[in-house]
């Protein structure tokens, strides 16, 4: 085996051989979701890095990535056979290893190391190369989020104050609000910015699995566990863990939740002994918590807990003056992937943009964006035509205006008119959601509905 003392391991950590990592404890093993986490880690500090990647492509293009930010050797694990390694090496790999598709088929760490080319100079630990490292930028960065609004302001400062605390952070919004990327830019301004940073989605799992994810177990703990697997408290252990979802676990995992939070530890299922952790929890919900825990479904103490420093994100439709640069942020992002480059809005576009609600917030604009690229050819201006029907069916008002010589007072009264019925069509008649969605009060709503005869 190589004289190594630090990997980074990018991609499928569960596929880690956790027995062959606690047998060699000279050697220090990061882990990162991703190549786009592992580019915000000083790879200098690492000896090697390993690239469990999904298909070949995947990996051809990861090799790229990484070689321009002058990563170290990378061992290539992938399914495939013997032709797909040789373009693999060609493409920059140290060495390939086969990887099944299925889970929990991969090689332990003494193979993977073993497939390295020997003769790399030793370093120091990974923890000393980031301790003399210099920060590579100071806690207060600028955010890499887009908008312009006072609400977003307002927002990024609260970000940016919370990035400079150490205090736990639950970031409460809607779906589709940008949650993890805001817990992305706490992690970036912290002192933790050079340790890993794991999201995890607690609503994609069951319950008795996500503990597993969360805390690991030991080998032949539950049926299927031949090998025992760290959890992402212990993986994102010297960083920051973003719990998603956190208001649908049950009431026994926030339990368990909540003892790993004090006691800063965490025990594996079918584990006798706990193991410490050092690792920040940033939590985010679309739930109202407090009305959780009135009906019974969320734990009071879970939630002060998590609620040290809370962050509250507004909806797209709180800060409309954000919709279009978010717009033409998106086009010019996906643009340059789809290989079409300076795609525009027409004028009648932007003006759809700007009047529509998006209940689905900036996620239902990104897909908005990305449906209309598909759909136009390179340097085309997006028309009404290429939005999804819902948002044209904003011109229908203005249609039924035509030729017709109203007041300008007469014609936005006929638009509001639409708006209400339309939005409450969307909410089953449900009044309340229907105020919140047009961003006014349920006793404004009720106004104008009896003002326009809307029953």
């Known amino acids: 085996m190589p004289s190594l003392r630090s990997i980074l391991w990018v991609g499928r950590a569960r596929e880690l051989d956790v027995e062959s990592v606690a047998a060699t404890p000279s050697l220090d093993v990061a882990w990162a979701r991703d190549v786009g986490d592992a580019l915000a880690l000083p790879l200098a500090a690492f000896d090697a890095l390993v690239l469990d990647a999904e298909d070949p492509d995947a990996a051809r293009r990861d090799l790229a990535r990484l070689g321009e930010a002058g990563a170290p050797p990378v061992v290539v694990r992938v399914p495939g056979d013997a032709p797909v390694w040789t373009e693999l090496r060609r493409a920059g790999a ?227 003056e954000d919709v279009l640069p978010l717009a033409e942020h998106f086009l010019q992002r996906h643009g340059a992937r789809e290989g079409k480059p300076d795609c525009r809005l027409a004028g009648q576009t932007a003006d759809l943009l700007r009047a529509h609600t998006w209940p689905g917030n900036v996620r239902e604009l990104e897909n908005e964006m990305q449906r209309a690229l598909a759909l136009v050819e390179a340097g085309a201006e997006i028309q009404p035509e290429q939005l999804s029907a819902h948002l044209r069916a904003a011109l229908d008002p203005m249609a039924e205006a035509g030729p017709r010589a109203d007041s300008l007072r007469e014609t936005l009264a006929r638009v509001e008119a639409w708006l209400i019925r339309r939005a409450l069509d969307a909410h089953g008649g449900r009044r309340s959601a229907t105020a919140r969605t047009l961003g006014i009060t349920r006793e404004g709503l009720y106004k104008k509905m009896k003002r326009y005869g809307i029953e």
Not at 202 to 223: N, Q, W
């Open 94 to 320: 140290a060495s390939v290893l086969r990887r099944a598709p299925q889970a929990g088929s991969g090689h332990g760490l003494a193979e993977v190391l073993a497939a390295l080319p020997s003769g790399r100079p030793r370093r120091g630990p990974l923890r000393a190369a980031r301790a003399a490292k210099a920060p590579a930028e100071p806690a207060d960065a600028t955010p890499r989020i887009v908008g312009r609004s006072p609400a977003l302001r307002a927002l990024l400062d609260l970000v940016a104050r919370a990035a400079r605390s150490r205090a736990t952070v639950l970031l409460a919004g809607e779906t589709g609000t940008g949650k993890e990327l805001l817990a992305r830019e706490v992690h970036r301004g912290s002192t933790r910015r050079e340790g890993p940073f794991l999201a995890i989605n607690c609503a994609a799992f069951p319950d008795t699995l996500l503990e597993s994810e969360l805390f690991g177990h030991v080998r032949g703990a539950f049926t299927g566990a031949e090998r025992a697997r760290s959890g992402v408290f212990e993986q994102a252990n010297g960083g920051t863990l973003f719990l998603d979802e956190i208001g649908e676990t049950s009431p026994s995992l926030q339990a368990k939740l909540l003892r790993a939070l004090q006691e800063r530890e965490v025990r594996p299922v079918g584990g006798a002994r706990a193991r410490p952790v050092d690792v920040r929890v940033i939590a985010a919900t679309n739930r109202e918590l407090r009305a959780e825990i009135a009906a019974g479904r969320f734990r009071a103490d879970l939630y002060y807990r998590l609620a040290v420093f809370p962050v509250n994100v507004p909806p797209l439709r709180a800060r409309p």
